[in-house]
C-alpha cells in the first residue's frame, strides 16, 4: 500500500503545482510591471519622467523588468492628460485583491485607482502616495471577481500643481 500513497500523493503534488485542482489550489500572484507587456501609457509622452533604479522592479525586485518608476505632475483641471492601464492578463472567477507599489521619490499625490472586474464594473480608490516608502498598498477590501484591469491617472484636486504621481507595479493576488 505504501508505493500507491506515495504515487498518489506524488501526482496531486504535480497537480497543484500546475493549478490544474479547483481554486483553493489555484490561488497566485500576478506582478504587473509598468512599461512591461501588460502595461499601456497614454499622455503626452514630453509629460512623462522616470527613475532609474527605484520602484519594484528598480529596487527591489530584482526578476523583473524594466528597471525604474515612472511619475507624472498632478493635473487639476477636469480629465486625466497622462494616465496608463495594467492588464492582468489571466483573471479569475474569484476573489482578487490589487495592490500598488508606491516608490520612495516622486510620489506626492493623492492619486485615483479605478479596477475593472467582471469587464465592466469598477470600483475607485483614492490613494494618498506621500506616506509610503517603497510599500505595496492594498486598492480593494473586498475581492473582486475577474479582476481585469487597474487604471491610473495624473489628474487630482487635492495638493497642488507640484504634487507627482507615481506609476509602478501593480500586484493582484488570488
Not at 490544474?20 to 504587473?32: C, E, Q
Not at 512623462?48 to 527591489?60: E, I, S
Not at 467582471?118 to 509610503?132: E, H, M, T
Not at 516608502?133 to 492594498?138: A, E, G, I, K, P
Request: proline share 5%; hydrophobic share 35%; with cysteine.
Amino acid at each position: 500500500m505504501r508505493p500507491y500513497r506515495y504515487i498518489l500523493s506524488a501526482a496531486l503534488s504535480a497537480l497543484c503545482a500546475l493549478g490544474s485542482v479547483g481554486p483553493a489550489f489555484a490561488a497566485g500572484t500576478v506582478y504587473l510591471a509598468n512599461g512591461g507587456q501588460n502595461f499601456t501609457a497614454y499622455g503626452p509622452s514630453s509629460y512623462w519622467r522616470y527613475d532609474l533604479g527605484l520602484g519594484y522592479c528598480g529596487n527591489a525586485g530584482s526578476w523583473c523588468s524594466p528597471r525604474h518608476s515612472q511619475w507624472t505632475y498632478v493635473n487639476q483641471t477636469a480629465g486625466n492628460v497622462n494616465w496608463a492601464t495594467w492588464r492582468n492578463p489571466a483573471p479569475v472567477n474569484y476573489p482578487e485583491y490589487a495592490s500598488a507599489f508606491i516608490p520612495r521619490r516622486n510620489a506626492t499625490a493623492t492619486a485615483k485607482y479605478t479596477l475593472r472586474y467582471n469587464y465592466g464594473s469598477y470600483q475607485s480608490a483614492y490613494l494618498d502616495q506621500l506616506p509610503y516608502y517603497d510599500q505595496w498598498v492594498r486598492l480593494n477590501s473586498g475581492g473582486l471577481a475577474m479582476l481585469d484591469q487597474v487604471m491610473l491617472g495624473d489628474q487630482s484636486y487635492w495638493g497642488s500643481a507640484s504634487s507627482k504621481v507615481a506609476f509602478d507595479e501593480i500586484k493582484i493576488e488570488n
